[in-house]
């Protein structure tokens, strides 16, 4: 699997980057991402989306500026361009990320993300054994 494009952090522009997190299932993305420091897997992202859809958005964020892709094997690893974010465009990411936490999770993207935490607990307590 080859390396896909990523814009240098000098060539990221802003009404891309403001494109890219429009979407409420592209921020809702980025918000998973930027709660830790490690990389997700494409598959990781339970957000009630097919795999195109979800694809679709992944190349939005990637082609925007706002994370990076790396393959790993035969999935992708997909982690938050912060850095590169934070030195082009102070503070906007932070203010998206907090005006963002003061609103309401989208209806659908909250039912897929309490199925998840239900998922979880249910393996949690042994209820359900973890897919192999």
């Known amino acids: ?11 990221l522009e802003l009404p891309s980057v403001l494109h890219a997190l429009s979407d409420p299932a592209r921020l809702e993305i980025v918000r998973r991402l930027a709660a ?3 990389e997700w897997s494409c598959g990781r992202f339970e957000l009630g989306l097919s ?9 939005v ?8 892709t790396r393959p790993d094997g035969r999935k992708r690893l997909l982690s938050l361009r912060r850095d590169d974010l934070s030195a082009r465009f102070p503070g906007l990411l932070d203010a998206v990320l907090a005006g963002e936490r003061a609103r309401p999770m989208p209806p ?11 998922q979880a607990a249910a393996v949690a307590s042994h209820q359900l054994r973890p897919a192999p």
């Open 51 to 59: 795999k195109a859809t979800l694809s679709h958005h992944f190349r």
């Open 1 to 11: 699997m080859r390396e896909p494009h990523h814009p240098p952090r000098e060539e």
């Open 61 to 68: 964020l990637r082609e925007a500026g706002v994370v990076r």
């Open 36 to 38: 830790g420091t490690e």
């Open 108 to 118: 659908v993207l909250a039912a897929a993300s309490a199925g998840v935490a239900a």
